[in-house]
């Protein structure tokens, strides 16, 4: 689709190869003040969704990348999805799409703003300012409209994706993640962190790693290129057994990591744990260490827990794996956030707290569209007194939070 309105011209591309992959990333650069490149919003990282076969037509993921463009220049952009499903979002709406069911409405195809399978915050709309930010996510509901789809939905967005959807109109919905953040002045050690949690959760910490220890298990990562293709073909046998004794196939193809590998080797931590020098569980984590300083600001160093998989049950080896573990290596390298991914109140146990996240939402029928409004109100009011719920339940010392 191309139009021209104030100089723009709007392209709706069913694939990330028609976008130019520098133009992406140096938008997406953009979107942070020390021009970092959240790893889930790369250019590649997208792509490797498209070519590896994960987020396809076939899995229920029709791509649709939208740009603006000024001339010669890209000044935002958009991966956009028609979705026949509701699965790999994290951010629910069965319960609107059985309400389409029940009134004779289809529901599917909707629009989906935000990288498959990833419940990471972040931009969305990747855009050279606010004006052209607003701009771009009218021209999707315009889209959707024409389009005559259902809705459209931006997932986990950053907050100047937030300001840009509430000028277009969108409705607003809130959930919650666990995220650990560091003191400015950093932690010296593991212990030094453990002895800013109250008493009762530092010694549940100390018990749990103990168990895992005691049982012989011990651990070694590899950071980047490090991570051998026979630790690749290890961690793909865990996930994907994982995902199978859970009853269901997993997301993500063993051709994805094998775009990871080749692609961005820099944003992957693996963890390998072994017990009789024999490898028994992986955690994946994803990394991201901001840009160069610019304009005042320091980069953030960023790590997010993905994806984990055992061949053998180990009491607490799931803890020590996907939270103990990279925290300790995030607390050694300087990292100041550790992102815990969807849902899990367990995680503040481990010293992750509460952090909302935002969703966008436009529904093209009306009444629909009211009934929605009227229920987020609702369901914001609960999420508020889940929030302070939480709050109470803070696992650090009073003078340490």
């Known amino acids: 689709m191309n139009n021209n309105a104030n100089d723009y011209v709007i392209r709706v591309l069913d694939s990330p190869r028609q976008v130019d992959a520098s133009a992406w990333n140096t938008l997406l650069a953009a979107q942070d003040p020390a021009g970092g490149l959240n790893p889930f919003m790369r250019h590649e990282y997208l792509s490797a969704m498209f070519e590896s076969g994960s987020a396809t037509p076939q899995t229920g993921w ?91 939905h931006l997932l986990f967005a950053s907050d100047q994706d937030v300001t ?23 932690y010296r050690n593991f212990d030094d962190f453990l002895m800013s949690l109250s008493q009762e959760k530092r010694k549940k910490i100390r018990q749990e790693r103990r168990k895992v220890s005691e049982a012989g298990v011990s651990f070694r990562w590899s950071l980047g290129t ?90 607490c080896l799931h803890f020590e794996a996907c939270y103990y573990q990279p925290l300790q290596w995030c607390i050694q390298h300087g990292y100041q956030r550790f992102e815990g991914g969807a849902q899990g109140e367990h995680k503040m146990a481990r010293a992750l707290l509460p952090v909302k996240t935002t969703s966008a939402h436009w529904l093209a029928h009306p009444a629909f569209a009211d009934a929605v409004e009227r229920f987020l109100e609702r369901e914001g009011a609960g999420i508020d007194g889940y929030m302070e719920e939480l709050e109470r339940r803070n696992p650090f010392k009073a003078s340490s939070n």
Not at 164 to 186: D, K, V, Y
Not at 231 to 254: I, K, Q, V
Not at 277 to 300: C, D, H, K
Request: with cysteine.
């Open 62 to 152: 029709t791509a649709r990348f939208v740009t603006l463009s000024q001339g010669t220049e890209m000044v935002a952009a958009c991966a956009l999805y028609l979705k026949d499903h509701s699965y790999g979002e994290y951010v629910f709406d069965h319960a609107w799409a059985n309400a389409y069911h029940q009134h004779g409405l289809p529901y599917y195809p909707k629009a989906l703003v935000a990288p498959p399978f990833t419940p990471v915050p972040g931009a969305r709309l990747l855009a050279r300012d606010a004006e052209t930010r607003t701009l771009l996510v009218k021209a999707l509901v315009a889209w959707c409209s024409d389009e005559k789809l259902s809705s459209l």
């Open 226 to 315: 490090n991570i051998s293709a026979e630790h690749w073909d290890f961690f793909y046998r865990c996930y994907e057994r994982t995902y199978y004794e859970h009853g269901n196939a997993p997301y993500l193809s063993r051709d994805f990591f094998q775009h990871m590998q080749d692609d961005m080797p820099e944003n992957w931590l693996l963890f390998v744990a072994e017990r009789e020098g024999a490898p028994i569980a992986t955690s994946l984590i994803a990394v991201s260490e901001g840009g160069t300083r610019t304009g005042g600001q320091f980069p953030t160093k960023v790590a997010y827990g993905r994806y984990w998989g055992a061949l053998e049950r180990v009491d």
């Open 164 to 186: 840009a959807c509430e000028e277009a109109g969108l409705m607003l919905r809130h959930n919650i993640q666990f995220h650990w953040t560091g003191p400015p002045s950093g």
